[in-house]
Nanobody
Framework: QLQASGGGLVQAGDSLRLSCAAS????????MGWFRQAPGKEREFVAA????????SYKDSVKGRFTISRDNAKNTVYLQMNSLKPEDTAVYYC?????????????????WGQGTEVTVSS
């Protein structure tokens, strides 16, 4: 089970940190990802991290602004979002992929959280 939190209403330029708490013993061996879905749009990849935290991948538009990290001791993955823009407004989902890789395609992910809403006002 994945539980995402940390969303909210912020102004452009502000920061937020999303958290995703996982239950189960497979977290530390799972790749994790963040996806988002804006109103009227399809869900899209945002960031991913390998099981050890040593490998990361980002959507081009968030590179340099967002940072994905994980704490395997706490079974938690984070998404630090800085310099937020109105176009970052979306529901953000965390996901877990059983496997040793790092994935930007949602079909690789086996488990999904419920989503946390981020709204960035201009």
């Amino acid at each position: 089970q994945l539980q995402a939190s940390g969303g909210g209403l912020v102004q452009a330029g502000d920061s937020l940190r999303l958290s995703c708490a996982a239950s189960g013993r497979t977290f530390s061996s799972s790749a994790m990802g963040w996806f988002r879905q804006a109103p009227g749009k399809e869900r899209e990849f945002v960031a991913a991290i390998g099981w050890s935290g040593g490998s990361t991948s980002y959507k081009d538009s968030v590179k340099g602004r967002f940072t994905i990290s994980r704490d395997n001791a706490k079974n938690t993955v984070y998404l630090q979002m800085n310099s937020l823009k109105p176009e970052d407004t979306a529901v953000y989902y965390c996901a877990a992929a059983v496997g040793g890789g790092i994935y930007s395609t949602q079909y690789n992910y086996n488990y999904w959280g419920q989503g946390t809403e981020v709204t960035v006002s201009s």
